[in-house]
């Protein structure tokens, strides 16, 4: 799995970034002459920048004969190739592939978009079990805080959606979130509670969870 900020520090170096781009383009893997000769450098420095490409989970690397020419002696020259389906970053951090999910299998199920959006939280709980739920709201992006005894959320991972549909994501918010504390197995009821520009669910803060966010650094 690629870490997105690795990542987004190895594309900072254009000459990283010149040969990341062309072997998305292609569709064929790309060897290191092939790559030295589209972005102008020397094979060294494109076989040195496509490692750190492979290092940082952007590329694929495997050794391969050109398609059509016979095998020589010695070891096949390595290839690249991407990895998924690309790289994208918001900051804040936003969630729309997972909503988007959430709403894809309630069209083709039989279950309802609340439902679907409860049993994925809980899943993600589950798999999340013993971390806090700082920890596990935080890695989803919403940036949890605590003020007064209440843990706030000042990010909507589903901000631009959540702005257009209020009611339906709102929801779908809540339940998920109730589904991951669920998962946690951590007793909290959170609710609905909508201020401008942050996300629309808030928690009553357990003991356990004071007491988490007063070790925190920061």
Request: charged letters at 25%; glycine letters at 10%; one cysteine or more.
């Amino acid at each position: 799995m690629t870490d997105r900020w690795t990542a987004v520090a190895t594309l900072v170096d254009v000459s990283r970034r010149a040969l990341y781009d062309y072997v998305r383009r292609q569709d064929h893997p790309v060897g290191r002459e092939e790559a030295a000769e589209a972005t102008v450098m020397s094979r060294s420095l494109a076989a040195f920048h496509l490692d750190k490409l492979v290092d940082a989970g952007l590329l694929t690397a495997r050794y391969e004969a050109p398609a059509g020419q016979p095998r020589g002696r010695g070891r096949a020259p390595k290839v690249y190739e991407p990895v998924g389906d690309g790289l994208a970053v918001t900051i804040p951090q936003r969630q729309y592939e997972l909503i988007a999910d959430i709403l894809a299998e309630a069209a083709s199920g039989e279950r309802s978009p609340a439902e679907v959006a409860y049993g994925r939280g809980r899943d993600l709980g589950v798999r999340l079990r013993g971390a806090s739920i700082f920890d596990a709201l935080g890695g989803l992006g919403f940036e949890p805080h605590l003020q007064a005894g209440i843990m706030r959320l000042h990010n909507c991972p589903f901000h631009a959606l959540a702005s257009r549909h209020t009611a339906l994501i709102c929801d779908l918010n809540l339940r998920m979130i109730t589904g991951i504390l669920a998962g946690l197995d951590e007793v909290a009821e959170p609710r609905l509670a909508p201020r401008p520009g942050a996300c629309c669910v808030e928690l009553p803060a357990q003991p356990s969870v004071e007491d988490h966010a007063a070790r925190r650094p920061g």
